[in-house]
């Protein structure tokens, strides 16, 4: 497997780079999140509905969690773009042995408080529209493995409304789930807060 390398020239600029390509192309950037204490490691689990995921993920761990990122990456997808490696993305192939390697360093990362990892537990890029989720079990087997963390669920959401550019909205959710929590809760859980965040999305005029 293929292992974060945090160099700071690149933490910095991929910090910096987030930042304009969110503000470039959406009017604005929302977080709808009412906690702001994480002594924890961050288990962040979000939907996987775009090629900005890796930039929200970052926009969160800097801005809301103010959290060291590592994000699991498909490994044929993190080597087309090996610059991702030195801001924090590690790799993962469930077609090989390797992904026990993946899992195991996965656990590794979730030991530190000042961590927070991304995952995408949908496996594949899939449209925000579709709805309820089924997740891979590899999020059960890392948590099991773990020390006590927070888990975190985000759903993104983009809208036009009668803009020329969309605008981005981000749901966050600590939730109560402990580290026993089979991946069937999960899923549950996950389903349950993005429809609640999807009903709140329709609120807007």
């Known amino acids: 497997?293929?292992?974060?390398?945090?160099?700071?020239?690149?933490?910095?600029?991929?910090?910096?780079?987030?930042?304009?390509?969110?503000?470039?192309?959406?009017?604005?950037?929302?977080v709808?999140?009412?906690?702001?204490?994480?002594?924890?490691?961050?288990?962040?689990?979000?939907?996987?509905?775009?090629?900005?995921?890796?930039?929200?993920?970052?926009?969160?761990?800097?801005?809301?969690?103010?959290?060291?990122?590592?994000?699991?990456?498909?490994?044929?997808?993190?080597?087309?773009?090996?610059?991702l490696n030195k801001a924090g993305a590690f790799s993962v192939n469930r077609e090989s042995r390797s992904m026990i390697e993946s899992m195991n360093y996965s656990v590794e990362v979730l030991q530190e408080s000042g961590n927070l990892l991304a995952m995408y537990p949908q496996g594949k890029i899939e449209s925000m529209h579709i709805f309820p989720f089924t997740f891979d079990r590899g999020l059960e087997r890392i948590r099991s493995r773990s020390e006590d963390h927070h888990l975190v669920f985000y759903a993104a959401v983009a809208d036009y409304f009668s803009h020329k550019k969309p605008q981005l909205d981000i749901y966050l959710k600590m939730t109560l789930l402990d580290k026993t929590s089979s991946i069937e809760d999960i899923q549950e859980g996950y389903n349950s807060f993005y429809r609640d965040s999807i009903h709140s999305q329709s609120q807007y005029e």
């Open 32 to 83: 709808h999140f009412e906690s702001d204490s994480f002594p924890k490691a961050v288990c962040l689990v979000g939907n996987h509905f775009s090629w900005w995921d890796g930039f929200i993920a970052n926009y969160l761990a800097k801005k809301v969690f103010d959290k060291k990122l590592y994000i699991m990456m498909l490994e044929k997808e993190l080597k087309s773009r090996m610059f």
């Open 1 to 30: 497997m293929i292992k974060a390398r945090h160099t700071p020239v690149h933490v910095r600029f991929f910090n910096l780079f987030s930042a304009v390509m969110l503000n470039r192309h959406f009017r604005a950037v929302q």
